[in-house]
């Protein structure tokens, strides 16, 4: 499967979020949206990350999510929803993330995943957690 998706989508400003990602045309519910390489990290190097900007935009990766994963493409700069409009798989024998629609998508709406992965789950992620509902993480 090919990278090419990046003529589909557009990375703007997100009002109160920094930066996401937006359509560039209409996404039928179940098309994929964009496929992320990633580069691993193994689980020891996390600490490291946590010194970095980049500790905010790591994914959990590998069957028991101890390693972690930066999302190339546009797959860091997705946002945050409770009520999104796609979801990722994430494909550890290819090191790839998979962003898929789970509605239709219009042109111009802006895409959003829970981060939590499972899109039902309403979990309080980190930055609510920390109660900065609008932390610009991305």
């Not at 992320?36 to 600490?47: K, R, S, T, Y």
């Not at 946590?50 to 028991?64: H, S």
């Not at 939590?116 to 920390?130: H, I, M, S, Y």
């Amino acid at each position: 499967m090919g990278y090419g998706h990046m003529l589909s989508i557009s990375v703007k400003d997100s009002p109160g979020k920094g930066r996401g990602v937006f359509a560039q045309r209409n996404f039928k519910k179940g098309e994929v949206i964009e496929t992320c390489p990633v580069i691993v990290l193994p689980a020891e190097e996390i600490d490291s990350l946590e010194l970095t900007q980049l500790y905010n935009y790591y994914f959990a990766w590998g069957p028991d999510s101890k390693d972690a994963a930066i999302a190339l493409g546009y797959g860091s700069l997705y946002n945050h929803s409770y009520n999104p409009n796609a979801r990722y798989y994430k494909d550890f024998d290819n090191s790839l993330l998979k962003y898929v629609c789970i509605r239709d998508i219009q042109e111009d709406e802006e895409i959003t995943i829970n981060y939590n992965c499972d899109p039902e789950d309403k979990t309080p992620v980190w930055f609510d957690l920390a109660g900065q509902e609008d932390l610009e993480i991305l």
